[in-house]
């Protein structure tokens, strides 16, 4: 069965600051990879995904994301970050046609000025 | 276009006693999925629907826990009696058959 391991639950940078969200997941065959964000009390908003091709992916507000198939990493990276962004981000994957995403525990970005 | 709609947002009750949880999915996605968020992990599926029908409610207790989604549009989930453990965010999520899934602002219970 698919998992995924977010290992950091709690990652503190300064604003401005680069910052990398660490995602693994653990199913050999092919999948879809996602990065939802989550502010405070609301529900989860897609940020990227990777579907097929370029293994690199961006969002609308600066983030990026490498596909990694040989180490199964789909990391998530803001070379620049503001207060705003902190949130708490989910890493998931889907098993390619199931539509069943199994997400990880989660990441808090704590963005202090 | 309308985002998924989810009702009511917070919600607290008493163990034992039952609830009702209601999500309108976006206008056109016949997948709809039900997850339960704890605090500090991730979602956990419970339930998906296609259309009318159950894909998969292989997590959902179903001893306590129902759902249903009449005529393929919305659906409710309904927890009964609820337990203390039971206190989550509960998201409603929809999607198209091959676009990604979209959420709504969840509905937080607490149960005490």
């Known amino acids: 069965a698919q998992s995924v391991t977010q290992l950091d639950s709690q990652v503190p940078v300064f604003e401005e600051a680069p910052v990398e969200l660490r995602c693994n997941y653990s199913?050999?065959?092919?999948?879809?990879l996602f990065w939802y964000v989550q502010y405070p009390n609301q529900g989860l908003q897609l940020l990227l995904k990777?579907?097929?091709?370029?293994?690199l992916v961006e969002s609308i507000n600066g983030f990026e994301a490498e596909f990694n198939k040989s180490q199964t990493s789909f990391h998530l990276r803001k070379p620049s970050v503001h207060i705003s962004d902190t949130a708490e981000y989910f890493c998931?994957?889907?098993?390619?046609?199931?539509?069943?995403?199994?997400f990880g525990t989660g990441t808090r970005l704590l963005v202090s000025p | 276009e309308a985002g998924v709609a989810q009702s009511p947002r917070y919600k607290i009750i008493e163990k034992r006693q039952s609830v009702a949880f209601w999500c309108n999915p976006i206008?056109?996605?016949?997948?709809l999925y039900w997850y339960q968020q704890i605090l500090g992990q991730g979602p956990k599926l419970l339930i998906q629907?296609?259309?009318?029908?159950?894909?998969?409610d292989s997590q959902l207790p179903k001893d306590r826990f129902s759902a249903e989604r009449l005529k393929g549009v919305d659906s409710t989930l309904k927890i009964q009696p609820a337990k203390l453990e039971d206190s989550a965010v509960y998201l409603c999520?929809?999607?198209?058959?091959?676009?990604?899934?979209?959420f709504g602002p969840g509905t937080r219970l607490t149960v005490l």
């Open positions: 999520a929809s999607s198209s058959r091959t676009d990604t899934q979209y």
């Open positions: 998931a994957a889907e098993n390619t046609g199931f539509q069943k995403l199994v």
């Open positions: 629907f296609q259309n009318n029908g159950v894909v998969d």
């Open positions: 206008s056109g996605h016949a997948t």
């Open positions: 199913s050999s065959v092919s999948v879809y």
């Open positions: 990777y579907l097929s091709g370029s293994t």
